[in-house]
Nanobody, 115 residues
Framework: QVQVVESGGGLVQAGGSLRLSCTAS????????MGWYRQASGKQRELVAS???????NYADFVKGRFTISRDNRGNTVYLQMNNLNAEDTAVYYC?????????WGQGTQVTVSS
């Protein structure tokens, strides 16, 4: 069994920063990709950023230059540093862990940016 738990969401003013964390635990074996997605109210879930086991990163255009994804040395914890937040970044942020061609999602953490 695999558990994926996010933390670090909250309320922040526009222009501020937040750092999200996500840890995968349990029966962990060769995590291929970890990533962050977000879903705003009334919208579809969308990719924010991802990082592969080989440390290759991928970012959505709307966060390039503002968000940075990183991971710990063990490879089962991923972080999302979010700077210069704006109201359009308000959403529930979900962590995805892909392992052995299976996807494991966390419960999500709410990020609210006040303008």
């Amino acid at each position: 069994q695999v558990q994926v738990v996010e933390s670090g969401g909250g309320l922040v003013q526009a222009g501020g920063s937040l750092r999200l964390s996500c840890t995968a635990s349990g029966r962990i074996f060769r995590i291929n990709v970890m990533g962050w997605y977000r879903q705003a109210s009334g919208k579809q879930r969308e990719l924010v950023a991802s990082i592969t086991r080989g440390a290759i990163t991928n970012y959505a255009d709307f966060v390039k230059g503002r968000f940075t994804i990183s991971r710990d040395n063990r490879g089962n914890t991923v972080y999302l540093q979010m700077n210069n937040l704006n109201a359009e970044d308000t959403a529930v942020y979900y962590c995805l862990t892909t392992m052995n061609y299976k996807d494991y999602w966390g419960q999500g953490t709410q990020v609210t940016v006040s303008s």
